[in-house]
């Protein structure tokens, strides 16, 4: 790979400055980034979010988001300067020599017009083929991209693809005028890891096969080591480090990086298995569903007291449909959920009082999950007031006892709105919200994949600690795997609403397994570099 | 030339207006604080202009008697009089001062049309948001009778509904406030339906909140802003409403002081070149453009859009 060096350059940025307008003044975004980019070579850009990776890929094509701008620096393309070149100039290269493939395809892709004409609308536009010929060309890259019936899946329209495939079809569009570069901004961020495996692989074969050159932007670090060349660290819009990929996995130099690939490794000891007391969730055999469709079917397992249960699977599994079972919110057409050995009313609306402040939920979405018309005070105070009758002096103690507890501080938050607050921060007053009501079990419902790592390593250590405090039981509903080798004490594993497999956290990371088990587990991006050549390797063995 | 006079003065009209609003808008930012002062100073001259009428009409409401030079229903001279000093704006066809009408008529139909839209929305919005939280049969029930109430034209049905109950000020504001919490039902529905599938709305009802609480405090105040900009544009017709009721015979009765009857009593000058009857249909435009202002500000500012 290293070679790829040798190849001539293709695009130059030289100390690449982009200023942000809020409130009337500029602020830089970028703060004098350069970027070398050869023929061929694939580039990965890492980093929080607000770390400025999309900004910087955009600016590759000299391209700035509404309200931002490009204050500084060169850009030079193949010997041409795309700063000073023409708006005209510009449109000419994307699409037809830079192409940019999105995070959402779904919400990328217009969903009046079938895959085909949305793919033949650049090449046709740019003159590179006529209207024929870029469909018979779409349906060759559909086939290279592995997609499934390629003949007649670019007639169908996005909506009736599934996200995988569409997240493909895309990076064919991308492909249609075979551009010298392509800018994959999160291509597979909203993907479960089983889809990710194909897109990844589909991505990376395509890549090779044209020889194109792509800036590769990703946040989870295992993804980028499968697919780039060289790895770029950015950190508050500078630079922290880049070099060649395996060099960067082995040997980071800067303390950030290290933090970064540290993230990984957080894992707790399982809590020791409690057999025989009342749990204090029990799920038996519960079927449930919406219409006459059945999304769970005969689900059950126990939690019992200060342990973490996590539940996973891809999205549509029925891990979220199994937590609106057990808050009430769906009842069952048949099983029943014990809270401490006590049957609970099947409709929320029956539950007592005392039944709905023992058990509490915590979002995946901090921003729809808080009233952003309430202040902190009223967010976290109302159940501590409701449920334990707290008024006056009381309840701001505990309000303020209960800001100490997620590590903020009371007098400078007490009076903020949701919107004051940075997405960690947001969803730690989640956790303070369910825990002003002194419950004993709390159902975290993908509590993380909305942060960065090392935002998200924050809250699962406070979830962590808080768990050993107040002795709570834990659902822990994930489709990240490195979040339940830091958390979990127990897993069940959920495949088309039924429980596929569940055990002690340490038995199911080793074999043998269940089918899906075994396919969910091997998906889970790794940090080797050659994890998905080996893998796919072993996958096609064992087909053949 | 006598074109070319009337473009110089509308352009006057209009530069003096902006003006005034931007005075306005200056010395309003210097006497209030913090947020609203704020607020203030990035509004647009337009808005300020529009505050400033808004005030105004306020003003005249409020002090008709100290501002009015006679009586409301006093007849002061002989019919049809023009303008002179004794009589700013001349007398009316039954010999009332104009000037003295067109202050009491600010204090009833702005009055009268402010009460009528403040009890539509109570109305409208309340069973609104209760539809959209409650939904099921309730909702059906509501979205049906306000469907039903929707289907017949609101002049004609307003003019039907006075005609049998009688034409009393009260009846005036029940059957306009009735007729258009309607509209306001549909558009707090619609806006609370796309709050009650939030997640914070799911946490307080497993939280075990009431229905009183989970509208007032959880729904309530993200609709606010949507519902602010309507009550300002239903205001508005909610006035040319009753002005045009007035101006049929079956809004305000007569010898109230109304715009809309002056309008109609005095229309017979109009055949003469006479602008007199013409003013207090200005007075309906001047407020409802005002009105309309500050509405498109605020629209602009909940919506969060810049520029």
């Not at chain 1, 392509?182 to 495996?197: G, R, Y």
């Not at chain 1, 060649?244 to 020791?272: F, G």
Request: glycine share 8%.
């Amino acid at each position: 790979m290293a070679d790829k060096t040798q190849k001539p350059v293709l695009l130059t940025m030289k100390d690449i400055r982009i200023e942000g307008r809020s409130d009337e003044t500029w602020s830089e975004i970028i703060k004098g980034v350069d970027l070398t980019l050869h023929k061929g070579e694939v580039l990965g850009l890492i980093g929080e979010s607000g770390a400025g990776k999309s900004t910087l890929g955009l600016a590759a094509m000299g391209f700035t988001r509404d309200g931002c701008r490009i204050s500084g620096g060169t850009i030079d393309f193949d010997g041409i300067d795309l700063r000073s070149a023409s708006e005209s100039q510009r449109r000419g290269l994307r699409g037809k020599r830079i192409a940019y493939v999105a995070q959402s395809a779904a919400a990328s892709f217009n969903p009046a017009h079938r895959l085909i004409d949305q793919y033949s609308e650049a090449p046709v536009q740019h003159g590179v083929m006529g209207r024929a010929e870029a469909e018979r060309d779409a349906v060759e890259l559909y086939r290279r991209m592995q997609l499934p019936n390629p003949g007649d899946i670019g007639f169908r329209y996005p909506h009736q693809v599934s996200g995988g495939q569409l997240q493909r079809a895309m990076t064919a569009m991308a492909m249609a005028c075979r551009p010298d570069l392509i800018i994959f901004d999160e291509p597979t961020t909203a993907l479960d890891v089983t889809t990710q495996i194909e897109v990844l692989a589909a991505i990376r074969d395509i890549v090779a096969q044209f020889d194109t050159a792509a800036i590769y932007i990703t946040h989870d670090l295992a993804v980028v080591a499968q697919m780039a060349d060289r790895i770029k660290v950015l950190l508050r819009g500078v630079e922290v480090e880049e070099a060649d990929t395996r060099t960067m996995l082995s040997s980071p130099k800067e303390d950030y990086t290290k933090s970064l690939w540290a993230v990984r490794s957080l894992a707790r000891p399982a809590q020791p298995a409690v057999r025989d007391a009342v749990p204090v969730v029990s799920v038996q055999g519960v079927t449930a569903g919406y219409g006459s469709t059945d999304v769970l079917k005969n689900v059950g397992f126990d939690i019992h007291k200060r342990r973490t249960v996590a539940v996973v699977g891809e999205s549509g599994s029925g891990k979220s449909t199994t937590a609106r079972v057990i808050t009430g919110l769906l009842p069952p057409r048949q099983g029943r959920v014990l809270f401490d050995g006590q049957p609970l009313p099947a409709d929320y609306r029956q539950r007592t009082r005392d039944q709905l402040r023992q058990a509490q939920m915590i979002y995946q979405m901090a921003d729809t999950a808080l009233n952003p018309k309430l202040r902190l005070r009223e967010l976290i105070g109302r159940p501590a007031q409701m449920y334990l009758g707290l008024r006056g002096k009381a309840l701001e103690t505990r309000i303020k006892d209960l800001l100490t507890l997620i590590e903020l501080e009371p007098a400078k938050y007490i009076d903020r709105l949701p919107s004051e607050l940075s997405g960690g921060q947001k969803q730690r007053i989640g956790i303070a919200r369910a825990l002003a009501a002194e419950p004993k079990f709390i159902i975290c419902d993908e509590v993380t994949s909305a942060l960065d790592q090392l935002v998200a390593e924050g809250i699962l250590k406070l979830l962590d600690r808080l768990q050993s405090e107040f002795d709570l039981a834990y659902m822990f509903i994930t489709h990240d795997l490195a979040t339940v080798k830091a958390i979990a004490d127990e897993v069940v594993v959920m495949q088309n609403g039924r429980v596929v497999e569940q055990g002690e956290k340490d038995e199911m990371f080793h074999p043998p397994h269940d089918p899906y088990t075994e396919l969910l587990l091997s998906s889970v991006p790794e940090m080797d570099p050659d994890w998905l050549t080996r893998l796919l390797e072993e996958r096609a063995a064992k087909k053949a | 030339m006598s074109f070319l006079i009337a473009l110089f003065w509308i352009a006057v009209a209009i530069a003096g207006a902006l003006t005034a609003g931007w005075l306005f808008l200056k010395i309003a930012a210097s006497v209030t604080r913090g947020g609203t002062a704020r607020a203030l100073r990035s509004a647009p001259v337009t808005a300020g202009f529009g505050m400033l009428v808004i005030l105004l009409y306020i003003l005249v409401a409020l002090l008709a008697p100290v501002i009015a030079p006679y009586a409301e229903r006093e007849v002061v001279g002989a019919q049809f009089l023009p303008w002179d000093s004794t009589h700013l704006l001349g007398t009316d066809n039954l010999g009332r001062d104009m000037f003295t009408r067109l202050v009491y008529g600010a204090r009833n139909t702005v009055g009268i049309a402010f009460l009528t839209t403040a009890l539509a929305f109570s109305i409208g919005s309340i069973l609104g948001l209760l539809a959209a939280t409650v939904g099921g049969w309730m909702d059906q029930v509501l979205s049906r009778i306000v469907d039903i109430l929707m289907a017949i034209p609101s002049l004609i049905f307003s003019l039907l509904l006075l005609t049998i109950f009688g034409t009393s000020v009260v009846t005036l504001i029940l059957v306009i406030a009735t007729i258009d919490s309607t509209r306001v039902f549909r558009l707090a529905r619609s806006v609370a339906l796309n709050i009650v599938v939030m997640d914070y709305i799911e946490a307080a009802k497993l939280r075990g909140e009431g229905l009183w609480r989970l509208i007032t405090r959880e729904i309530l105040p993200n609709a606010l802003a949507p519902l602010v900009a309507e009550f300002g544009l239903r205001f508005c017709f909610v006035f040319l409403m009753i002005s045009a009721l007035s101006f049929l015979g079956v809004g305000i009765q007569p010898p109230t002081a109304d715009w809309g009857s002056m309008v109609k009593d005095n229309a017979a000058l109009i055949t003469f070149g006479d602008v007199t009857p013409l003013l207090p249909a200005g007075a309906i435009a001047l407020l409802t453009v005002a009105v309309n202002f500050v509405v498109d500000w605020m629209l602009h500012r909940a919506s969060g859009l810049k520029e």
